[in-house]
């Protein structure tokens, strides 16, 4: 009789997304002559098309597998060499931050790495999550075994969680205690808060006195639009010796569907053994990495590529200033709607706190039902995003524009 692994079982209902996803497809099987006018602004997913650069370098990169000449097979594990320095050299090196080509892991998505880290991080690590917080650092840890079960307000054993509310501006502080790996968002997802420096440098100066690792997850530092926040962890002296991060093109270049993200892994970060002796991540890094990916496709990379070049950097600002555009026409509709409302200036969300009395997963039905409006309830995002709601900004322009109307027109009494 073989055995299964059954921490999958310590998971609270399902997960998040596929829950909205079973409400709504409830819903338009219900209402079939609603379904036609469904917004969804749920999921985090793009949906302009992939920038004229990238285009380019993919049909170029198809033309090269047409020829024997040019055809790739295999490629490294880690990434093709010119996508590696690329990203080194234009989101880092060229703002005076150290980070070798080689520290650069080429993957198919942010989300993947953040649980795939786990496989080199031992199972004694004391965890630290924000609360709201994307439901994949939770989720892997428990599918891991590295929590303990959930009580009845869905916390699991074995975590400490880092309250994110209104009047911390939903960017947690370090706790009391002593934490080995803390996971944090900036700018944040759900809640769209982005950390300011100083808070940054609090964080590094407690994981280098705690001799902790920081998980930084900057997905969306392309929307950071106020002068002075961190795009990366690494902006902050002393990081190398204490942080990881993960970045995406899936929000800054529209790879949701074509999937391209990387990892950065100081050479200089290490931690301890079972026998206490300090060892270096970046092999163990390499080590999994060869043994179980075989790399992300050659002609994907070409596009990853192309992003960095004058006009794909151009092409990348013109898609980020759209879906931020949209995030400020939801900002507004939301206030009209009497609504008071958090994020939207430095990433594509919108935090909406729910009127008085209504659930967050209240609110989403209401949404649903009255308005045809696809939104995220808090709660999903953890205990303290209960009474709000996430309303994302990737859509066209006339739809941000409609569910703005919308929302406008709903009443909440």
Known sequence: MAYLNDNFFKLKAGYLFPEIARRVKAFT???????????????????????????????????????????????????????????????????????????????????????NILDILGHQNRLAISDPVYPVYVDTNVMAGHTGDADERGAYGGITYLPCTAENGFVPAPPSGKVDLIYLCSPNNPTGAAATRAQLEA????????????????????????PGIPHSIYEIPGARECAIEFRSFSKSGGFTGTRCAFTVVPKSLVARDGQGEKKPLHPLWLRRTTTKFNGVSYIVQRGAEALYS???KAQVKSLVEHYL???RVLVEGAKQAGLKVF???????????????????????????????????????????????????????????????????????
Request: hydrophobic share 40%; aromatic share 12%.
């Open 29 to 115: 099987e219900g209402n079939p002559a609603a379904a036609s006018r469904l917004i969804r602004c749920g999921i985090g997913d793009v949906t302009e098309p992939l920038p004229p650069a990238v285009i380019a370098a993919l049909h170029q990169a198809v033309e090269e597998m047409a020829s024997r000449a040019t055809f790739r097979g295999y490629g490294p594990e880690q990434g093709y060499d010119f996508l590696r320095a690329a990203i080194a050299q234009n989101d880092y090196r060229a703002y005076g931050l150290d980070v070798a080509d080689d520290e650069i892991f080429v993957s198919d998505g942010s989300k993947c790495d953040c649980g």
């Open 325 to 327: 555009g949209n995030a």
């Open 203 to 226: 964080w590094v100066q407690y994981a280098r006195a705690n001799e902790a690792i920081l998980l930084f997850d900057a997905a969306y530092e392309s929307y950071i639009t106020e």
């Open 343 to 413: 994020g939207g200036v430095n990433a594509p969300y919108i935090w909406v706190q729910t009127p008085a009395g209504i659930t967050s997963w209240q609110a989403f039905d209401r949404i649903l039902n009255e308005a045809n409006v696809v939104i995220t309830p808090g709660s999903g995002f953890g205990s303290q995003g209960e009474g709000y709601f996430r309303v994302s900004a990737f859509n066209s322009r006339a739809n941000a524009e409609e569910v703005a109307r919308r929302l406008k027109a709903l009443t909440w009494s």
């Open 310 to 312: 004058a006009d794909g």
